[in-house]
């Protein structure tokens, strides 16, 4: 891939954030401020020994503890001030308690402007647990077969730390840049979901690395509404009394049954409107000679629509109700079924000409590559920054089949990825 030249000189994006409310100097500091120079090309090589160091490191969901030392580590040894890092408490309200908050760095800005933030999550999927990095020609794959590599999201971190070590490094004039290294992505977006805009210096423009190719800019997704269902039968002798039981797994797969022929699971086009659902979990029963006594679910539905995702869930809902009534007893007994959901995310679409996306473009032109705007129907950190006030974009970094064995990290496009962030966080 061809290198661009890499201008510290404020975007027009920059620029129209300050109107929109970003803490912008007075004309005569402005005037004060260093005339913009070009800034060093970004180091890929010290970006790939990043990238290999930090794939190596276990850190599953829960345990991004020994990732963010790391992380510190390097910071502080290319001259990050300690005081300028930080960690909050967001896991300690977490559903799975962890060994560390985020990771949390704010630098001052050498040059007027906006605060930027930066970000990428820690944690991997367990599949990556015990990888071995390996380079093989333009792409690193993992050297033990038994498991994925884990460039979701270490990628996403090495882009961002070798961005900071970087400006550190060679003292680049930046804007007031903040650096967001979130836990627990994988399980929930609980890092970004706990993370207080306070916290993170209240940023103009926020930027997401997280995913394949850096022209593809994220700027909205679907949101997510997870349900346990539990469903109480009755026990009796399989083949003794059947008649006098009921079967829990009898009626999941009645409800089931009715979800997939009314067209409320799997893809759900009603309406005009469109979502998803799934079933994703079973578990019942104990013994074959046993009428099953209990069975609980694991279901999900998606939608860009919140009042639809509402529909969805109360079409899953009715399903596993009218199916407790259909399965009876001899003497007319029947099971009962309980309900417990929450949002996991809800659905944000940022406008095309938010700051942060007119700068996420101009960043990818700027190294040579068409931008294109793209909508997910996967739940993203930037889900819950958006609620939290921090509108935010997304760009890939290089990932390829993640959470599977053959994940693979594409180096060109990590690269690319380290040359657009570099030109982000210096504006």
């Known amino acids: 891939?061809?290198?661009?030249?890499?201008?510290?000189?404020?975007?027009?994006?920059?620029?129209?954030?300050?109107?929109?409310?970003?803490?912008?100097?007075?004309?005569?500091?402005?005037?004060?401020?260093?005339?913009?120079?070009?800034?060093?090309?970004?180091?890929?090589?010290?970006a790939r020994r990043t990238v290999l160091d930090l794939?190596?490191?276990?850190?599953?969901?829960?345990?991004?503890?020994?990732?963010?030392?790391?992380?510190?580590?390097?910071?502080?040894?290319?001259?990050?001030?300690?005081?300028?890092?930080?960690?909050?408490?967001?896991?300690?309200?977490?559903?799975?308690?962890?060994?560390?908050?985020?990771?949390?760095?704010?630098?001052?800005?050498?040059?007027?402007?906006?605060?930027?933030?930066?970000?990428a999550h820690m944690d991997t999927v367990p599949v990556c647990i015990g990888t071995k990095p390996v380079v093989a020609g333009r792409f690193v794959k993992s050297g033990n077969p038994?498991?994925?590599?884990?460039?979701?999201?270490?990628?996403?971190?090495?882009?961002?730390?070798?961005?900071?070590i970087q400006i550190l490094k060679h003292k680049l004039p930046h804007p007031p840049l903040t650096l967001f290294f979130a836990i627990q992505e994988e399980v929930g977006l609980y890092g970004a979901r706990f993370a207080k805009a306070a916290d993170l210096g209240r940023p103009k423009l926020a930027f997401n690395f997280d995913g394949g190719a850096v022209e593809k800019i994220t700027i909205g997704a679907t949101g997510g509404y997870r349900m346990d269902i539990a469903i109480t039968g009755i026990p009796s002798h399989a083949g003794v009394a059947p008649e006098k039981g009921v079967s829990a797994i009898a009626i999941a797969s009645l409800a089931i049954a009715s979800l997939v022929q009314e067209g409320w699971h799997g893809l759900v086009t009603k309406g005009g409107k469109r979502g998803t659902s799934n079933v994703g979990v079973i578990q019942a029963g104990c013994a074959t000679n046993v009428v099953a006594e209990s069975a609980s679910?694991?279901?999900?539905?998606?939608?860009?629509?919140?009042?639809?995702?509402?529909?969805?869930?109360k079409a899953i809902e009715s399903a596993f109700k009218a199916a407790a009534k259909q399965v009876r007893t001899a003497d007319g007994k029947t099971g009962s079924v309980t309900f417990s959901g929450h949002l996991d995310y809800e659905a944000f679409r940022l406008a095309d000409d938010e700051p942060c996306v007119v700068a996420a473009q101009e960043?990818?032109?700027?190294?040579?590559?068409?931008?294109?705007?793209?909508?997910?129907?996967?739940?993203?950190?930037?889900?819950?920054?958006?609620?939290?006030?921090?509108?935010?974009?997304t760009l890939g970094c290089g990932q390829m089949e993640i959470h599977t064995t053959k994940e693979q990290l594409d180096l060109d496009a990590f690269e690319a990825a380290c040359a657009a962030a570099l030109q982000l966080a210096t504006a």
Not at 10 to 24: E, L
Not at 146 to 159: P, Y
Not at 297 to 313: C, Q, T, Y
Request: with cysteine; proline share 7%.
């Open 146 to 164: 038994a498991t994925g590599l884990g460039a979701d999201d270490r990628a996403g971190c090495a882009v961002v730390l070798s961005t900071a």
């Open 1 to 46: 891939m061809k290198k661009a030249s890499l201008k510290t000189s404020v975007t027009p994006a920059a620029k129209s954030a300050r109107s929109s409310g970003g803490s912008v100097k007075p004309a005569r500091e402005k005037a004060r401020a260093a005339p913009a120079t070009a800034a060093p090309q970004a180091d890929l090589a010290a």
């Open 297 to 313: 679910l694991r279901v999900e539905a998606r939608s860009h629509d919140a009042a639809f995702r509402g529909s969805i869930v």
């Open 363 to 393: 960043a990818v032109r700027g190294i040579g590559l068409v931008p294109r705007l793209d909508i997910s129907n996967g739940g993203l950190d930037a889900n819950w920054m958006a609620v939290n006030g921090i509108p935010t974009v």
């Open 55 to 119: 794939l190596a490191i276990p850190g599953g969901s829960g345990q991004e503890k020994d990732v963010a030392d790391q992380i510190v580590k390097r910071l502080r040894e290319a001259g990050c001030p300690a005081d300028a890092i930080s960690f909050d408490s967001a896991h300690t309200k977490t559903p799975l308690k962890g060994n560390v908050g985020n990771l949390i760095v704010k630098l001052p800005g050498t040059v007027p402007g906006p605060r930027r933030l930066l970000m």
